[in-house]
């Protein structure tokens, strides 16, 4: 991963700046980007969207897919017209099986066991904003932007 980052973060688009998303996920991989934007003379800022974990597991075990048209709904925050049915092409909709509760409780675990340090070590340097991800996407924004250091 590092070199493909390394190689990406070369072009002249990133000059300026630019955006990671889910990355880095370990200690290990916050140190070794630390060390790549050294040479580079840039110092990352992490933001961290909070949102509670029971929230996280109604979303994603919420989810239900159609097979055919690939739309995607959740059954407690944007249901379908029809319970269970597709709204555009009446195909019974699906559970994928990185859906089930089970999977996604020892997911969120070993997310928690693998990112904490990584934020800890962002969180004790103060490059660390955390924003409440439960809010609609343009409150998150402007929280975002309000709690940014000025550049």
Not at 86 to 94: G, H, I, K, M, Q
Request: glycine share 4%.
């Amino acid at each position: 991963m590092n070199l493909i980052l390394e190689e990406r973060l070369s072009q002249r688009d990133c000059k300026q700046g630019f955006i990671l998303d889910g990355y880095p996920r370990s200690l290990a991989q916050a140190e070794s980007l630390d060390g790549l934007l050294k040479e580079k003379v840039l110092t990352p800022h992490v933001i961290l969207l909070d949102v509670p974990r029971e929230r996280v597991l109604r979303l994603l075990s919420g989810r239900r897919v159609c097979p055919l048209c690939r739309r995607s709904y959740n059954i407690y925050y944007q249901p379908p017209k029809t319970e269970g049915v597709c709204d555009v092409d009446n195909t019974r909709l699906v559970q994928r099986s990185d859906d089930q509760e089970d999977v996604i409780r020892r997911r969120l675990d070993t997310y928690q066991e693998e990112t904490q340090p990584a934020i800890n070590y962002y969180e004790d340097q103060g490059r660390l904003t955390r924003a409440n991800g439960s809010q609609r996407p343009e409150k998150v924004a402007a929280e975002i932007e309000s709690k940014l250091p000025s550049q």
